[in-house]
């Protein structure tokens, strides 16, 4: 009697997106835009009156804001002029602002103003200017329904060790409430558990030394107060989540004083602090994203470089009920940034390339994610089942 075996080959041939190899809920990525960037730093994803929007932090052209036209992103204004790291949007009082945080300006000047805007109903205006030291990033968040924003303050062109500031608003303008000592700072992350607030910093260097720590503040009503101090390797950014009522914070380690190729980590609330919980081996790492489709947890990380090219691929993870999973390698030119959003219950991800080997000005790509299951199969993935 013959035995027959079944063998499930799975072949995906791509045509205008990557795809999974996986045996179930396949995903890939539909590049559905490219828009021309100048070392962009970052994209910020918004909305007004139910509109989409985009916002580019370009460090080497005029930063810009994108609305959704209905099948792709239409320019419809430039901002900024002195070297836009990122784009940080929030809503007081059914109010859209943006604030950018600008690093330097062409003399290579970094005690300059950072711009607060405000929507007029058609466009961003200039609201409000704030001193800072080479800005990196704005974190706006909420406490007790009052709002505020801190300022990741980098460096003052002598040493990387300046206060970083948080703001609150008064009513008219944001006010000065709490200057932090951090080490050439570059992201702030908010986010609360069990009801309290959190802060987390991202500190990259303490004048030469990358392998310092990074530190986790809690709000104690008045301020911030220091509450854990956690290794990191030139840390750029922290991205927090939450999985089945559990607290994540995954850190992007950008290099030790051998590799760019390091550890990342994810770590884990235990109640009192945060444990390590899962490293995964990136490559000068810039941003993490969390983002949540089909009912199912993931994150991408933006690779910059390796030891040799800055066209590398950036990766997503997907979460399998215990840990995080690689189902996917995405090609990117030294990728500064990540951004996921919604239209019309559909996921999209931008992604910010910086540069393919110091060629500045390159495309930056927004993609639209695709699963198997979707009506439309121009995802460019084909199954082909052999049994013999």
């Not at 062409?106 to 929507?119: A, F, H, P, T, V």
């Not at 107060?225 to 939450?242: G, M, Y």
């Not at 993490?288 to 066209?311: C, K, M, P």
């Not at 997907?318 to 090609?331: A, C, E, M």
């Amino acid at each position: 009697m013959k035995n027959y075996k079944t063998l499930f080959f799975t072949i995906y041939l791509l045509t205008t997106g990557f795809c999974m190899a996986g045996w179930a809920d396949e995903m890939s990525f539909e590049e559905i835009q490219t828009i021309d960037t100048g070392e962009a730093r970052g994209w910020e994803s918004f909305e007004i009156d139910g509109e989409t929007y985009l916002a580019v932090a370009n460090r080497k052209a005029e930063s810009s804001v994108y609305k959704w036209n209905g099948e792709a992103f239409q320019h419809i204004q430039t901002i900024g002029a002195n070297q836009v790291e990122v784009c940080e949007s929030f809503v007081i009082d059914n109010e859209a602002y943006l604030a950018l945080a600008n690093y330097r300006d062409k003399s290579k000047n970094y005690l300059i103003d950072s711009q607060i805007l405000k929507w007029n109903g058609e466009l961003f205006e200039e609201f409000q200017n704030i001193p800072t030291k080479g800005a990196r990033d704005w974190e706006s968040f909420v406490i007790n329904g009052e709002t505020y924003l801190a300022v990741a303050n980098e460096r003052d062109g002598s040493t990387r060790n300046v206060n970083s500031v948080i703001y609150k608003w008064d009513g008219s303008a944001f006010a000065e409430i709490q200057a932090i000592s951090t080490n050439g700072a570059r992201d702030w992350e908010s986010f609360s558990t069990d009801g309290e607030a959190y802060l987390a910093v991202a500190n990259q260097e303490n004048d030469g030394n990358r392998d310092i720590d990074s530190k986790i503040y809690k709000w104690d009503g008045n301020a911030f107060v220091e509450i854990q101090a956690i290794p990191t390797h030139a840390a750029r950014d922290w991205e927090s989540f939450v999985i089945d009522g559990e607290t994540y914070l995954a850190v992007a380690n950008n290099q030790t004083s051998e590799s760019r190729v390091t550890d990342s980590k994810i770590y884990k609330w235990n109640g009192n602090s945060f444990e390590e919980f899962q490293s995964l081996l990136t490559s000068a790492a810039h941003d993490w994203e969390a983002f949540v489709t089909d009912g199912t947890y993931h994150l991408i990380v933006a690779n910059n470089q390796d030891d040799e090219t800055r066209s590398v691929n950036s990766e997503l993870y997907k979460w399998d009920g215990d840990s995080f999973l690689k189902i996917l390698d995405v090609p990117t030119n030294g990728a500064r940034d990540w951004e996921s959003f919604i239209i019309n219950g559909e996921t999209y991800l931008a992604v910010a390339n910086d540069d393919k080997d110091y060629t500045e000005n390159i495309l930056s790509k927004i993609y639209k994610v695709k699963h198997t299951d979707d009506d439309d199969d121009s995802n460019g993935c084909f199954i082909h089942t052999i049994i013999f």
